[in-house]
């Protein structure tokens, strides 16, 4: 019921910036992610997928990894509808593909993921 679409994805030189997002629909009512957290999470090849950063409609941003905090920023429109991820300052390491996911008991997206999108791929260049 509760669909994830990603965009944004593409290759960029290190130090550069994209913008990633993920649209939501098919929750309750039409309202969005009410009551959810949306969750972005990556993984690179060889590597097992990690968190990148977690918003809740009631307690903002609940999670930022590391490797990414001062450089990657998770943040929703109005309407929670589409969230996104801003990055800068991109690294070679930052390579990967990007998924968004839906949590609907958690806050953090560290719990139960109910539905991922199919993912967007993130080249880095040195």
């Known amino acids: 019921e509760v669909q994830l679409v990603e965009s944004g994805g593409g290759s960029v030189q290190a130090g550069g910036s994209l913008r990633l997002s993920c649209a939501v629909s098919g929750f309750a009512e039409g309202d969005g992610f009410d009551e959810y957290a949306i969750g972005w999470f990556r993984q690179a090849p060889g590597k097992e997928r990690e968190g990148v950063s977690c918003?809740?409609?009631?307690?903002?941003?609940?999670f930022t990894a590391d490797s990414v905090k001062g450089r990657f920023a998770v943040s929703s429109d109005s309407a929670r509808t589409t969230v996104y991820l801003q990055m800068n300052n991109l690294k070679p390491e930052d390579t990967a593909v990007y998924y968004c996911?839906?949590?609907?008991?958690?806050?953090?997206?560290?719990?139960?993921?109910?539905?991922w999108g199919r993912g967007v791929l993130v080249t880095v260049s040195s």
């Open positions: 918003i809740h409609d009631r307690h903002g941003v609940t």
């Open positions: 996911a839906a949590e609907p008991y958690g806050s953090t997206c560290k719990g139960y993921l109910e539905s």
